[in-house]
């Protein structure tokens, strides 16, 4: 089993809708963060949370230390917020990532 | 705003060949690294380097090697190229005090190994 788990893997939703996706994982860490990768490829950092919830325009990440588990919200979603998303935790202790497999988002007009 | 910047965006190269991928940041970041992305895998650490002339193994090194003599150039070599080394690659840094914080990505290379 992955140490970190996202999803849905594809997710297809209309312009304006509600998007959450979602991330669970199975260690214990000192920082969870939310990344963009456009199809061109590069990755871009969205969110680095630790605890409690962040906003960034129309982007809302949460974090529930206890039930080790993370959501990104989208609201009033558009089609270049299509992209895939991917979930990374920091373990305490150690200087690298660990990898979700990513959640491809399309958004239909 | 960092920059990290990888030298190709798409390479195509044959069986049994020697490969250099390159990446170079302008941040000063002591922390560099190479991961490979494959479908359905995620992002993979290759190798990490925490400063220079020091690298430690990520998570799946078998069939490469890096080198890191200047603080800004972090180069991932693919010793004898394998189809089974296809794959986007991308580099990313960060600086020392920074550990809590997001790395910086660059574009990634997309290899072909025919």
């Known amino acids: 089993k992955n140490e970190v788990e996202q999803s849905p893997q594809n997710l297809t939703a209309q312009e304006g809708e509600f998007i959450t996706i979602n991330c669970s994982y199975s260690?214990?860490?000192?920082?969870l963060h939310w990344l963009q990768q456009h199809p061109g490829g590069g990755i871009v950092s969205l969110f680095m949370l630790s605890s409690g919830k962040k906003k960034h325009g129309r982007l809302i990440a949460t974090i529930n230390i206890q039930e080790k588990h993370s959501s990104l919200h989208i609201t009033a979603s558009h089609p270049r917020d299509s992209a895939v998303y991917i979930c990374?935790?920091?373990?305490?202790?150690?200087?690298?990532?660990?990898f979700g497999t990513g959640t491809r988002l399309t958004i239909i007009p | 705003d960092v920059k990290v910047t990888q030298s190709s965006r798409y390479l195509v190269k044959r069986t049994g060949e020697k490969v250099f991928l390159e990446c170079v940041q302008d941040m000063d970041h002591e922390n560099m690294f190479w991961y490979r992305q494959d479908p359905g895998l995620g992002l993979r650490l290759i190798y990490f380097?925490?400063?220079?002339?020091?690298?430690e193994k990520g998570d799946i090194p078998e069939g490469y090697s890096v080198s890191r003599e200047k603080k800004e150039r972090f180069s991932l070599i693919l010793e004898s190229a394998s189809t089974n080394q296809t794959s986007m690659y991308l580099c990313?840094?960060?600086?020392?005090?920074?550990?809590?914080?997001?790395?910086?990505f660059g574009d990634g290379t997309r290899l072909s190994i025919l």
């Open positions: 990374a935790v920091r373990r305490f202790g150690n200087e690298k990532l660990t």
């Open positions: 380097s925490y400063d220079v002339k020091m690298k």
């Open positions: 260690v214990g860490i000192s920082a």
């Open positions: 990313a840094s960060r600086g020392w005090e920074q550990r809590n914080q997001p790395q910086h």
